[in-house]
């Protein structure tokens, strides 16, 4: 049952995360729109060290993906 509640979490956590990511993206595409600019460049998040990760990379896959369906 343990485990069910677990799954049941990290599906509801990575569904909001990706509707966040979509409403990020969202603004950022109407802003980019609204400066006039023809390419913006997405990079990978850093940990503080600044060392890229796992979860920048796939932070930065979301973004960029987001930001081309709104192109």
């Known amino acids: 049952m343990?485990?069910?509640?677990?799954?049941?979490?990290?599906?509801?956590?990575?569904?909001a995360q990706q509707s966040?990511?979509?409403?990020?993206?969202?603004?950022?595409?109407?802003?980019i729109a609204s400066s006039g600019?023809?390419?913006v460049a997405v990079v990978d998040f850093t940990d503080l060290k600044g060392t890229p990760t796992e979860l920048g990379w796939f932070l930065a896959e979301e973004?960029?993906?987001a930001l081309a369906r709104d192109a």
């Open 63 to 65: 973004v960029s993906v």
């Open 2 to 15: 343990l485990r069910l509640y677990s799954l049941l979490f990290v599906s509801f956590s990575l569904s």
């Open 20 to 31: 966040e990511i979509r409403s990020v993206a969202d603004r950022l595409a109407g802003d």
């Open 37 to 39: 600019k023809k390419a």
